[in-house]
């Protein structure tokens, strides 16, 4: 019995430690991630430019600030992300 137990133990143990991702996969889908997030990060960047042109374009500046201050903060947020 307790042969019979080791010999499942190895087995598991051998399946547990060759079906696991590897460090390179786990690298290539963190860095999937981030490409993914600097591409939303870029796209709400680009909103926030549009708002800002069409309220300067309406004259609202309390609205051009928002919008202005708003892309800022985004790129900022992009460029800490990437470090």
Request: with cysteine.
């Amino acid at each position: 019995m307790i042969r019979k137990f080791a010999m499942l133990a190895t087995v598991a143990a051998l399946f547990v430690a060759c079906s696991g991702n590897t460090s390179d996969d786990a690298a290539a889908k963190a860095q999937a991630a981030q490409d993914s997030a600097t591409k939303m990060m870029d796209q709400a960047a680009n909103d926030a430019k549009a708002a800002a042109a069409s309220a300067s374009n309406a004259g609202d500046s309390t609205a051009s600030a928002v919008a202005d201050t708003a892309s800022k903060n985004m790129n900022d947020a992009k460029d800490n992300m990437s470090k």
